[in-house]
Structure formats: C-alpha cells, structure tokens
C-alpha cells in the first residue's frame, strides 16, 4: 500500500516562497513519474508540475519560472519550490504520480495573503 505524505505548507505573504515536500512509502519510488497538484476552494483538482525517472521536468503555464520541482530517489521524497507566490496560488498541494495515481495523500494547505 503507497502512502503519500506531503508537508511545508504554510501561510506566505506574496512574493513569499515556500518548498513543499512530499514523501511516498511502500513503493519503488524511482520507476514512477511524480506529479504536483493542487485544489483551490470550489475548484477542481489542477495539475502543477511533473518530474520523470529521468529528470526531465514540465510546468502548467500558470507556475512556470516560479516553480521548481525536484526528487531525491534515495530519500523516495518528490519536492515542490515555490518562489514568487501569488494569492491565486493558495490551495492544497498533493502530489501523486500522473500515470495511475495511488490513494490521495492529505495534502499540505498553502495561503497567500498579506
């Protein structure tokens, strides 16, 4: 059974940063792509970044240049560095892998406000 448990959020204000961590338990992490999402109030669940086996990375066009995603295969840990935060990044952060995802994890809530 794959745990996922993220962790790092926080209240920020704008322009603030933040990194976000996200460790995944009972599987051999380093065969899976890992995706970051996130869940604004009365929004659906959007995708944020994914990072695979080899390396390479992609941003939803709303993040990218402000966001950086990494993992350290050896830790099974996937990270999220948020640089440059908005208000309308405030959500619940998740990560998952975006091919067959597992059980969601509780997420790690994210507020941007001054």
């Known amino acids: 059974q794959v745990q996922l448990v993220e962790s790092g959020g926080g209240l920020v204000q704008p322009e603030g940063s933040l990194r976000l961590s996200c460790a995944v338990s009972?599987?051999?992490?380093?065969?899976?792509?890992m995706g970051w999402y996130r869940q604004a109030p009365g929004k659906q669940r959007e995708w944020v970044a994914v990072i695979y086996r080899g390396g390479g990375t992609n941003y939803a066009d709303s993040v990218k240049g402000r966001f950086t995603i990494s993992r350290d295969n050896a830790k099974n840990t996937v990270y999220l560095q948020m640089n440059s935060l908005k208000p309308e990044d405030t959500a619940v952060y998740y990560c998952?892998?975006?091919?067959?995802?597992?059980?969601w994890g509780q997420g790690t809530q994210v507020t941007v406000s001054s």
């Open positions: 009972g599987s051999i992490f380093s065969r899976y792509a």
């Open positions: 998952n892998t975006p091919t067959s995802p597992w059980p």
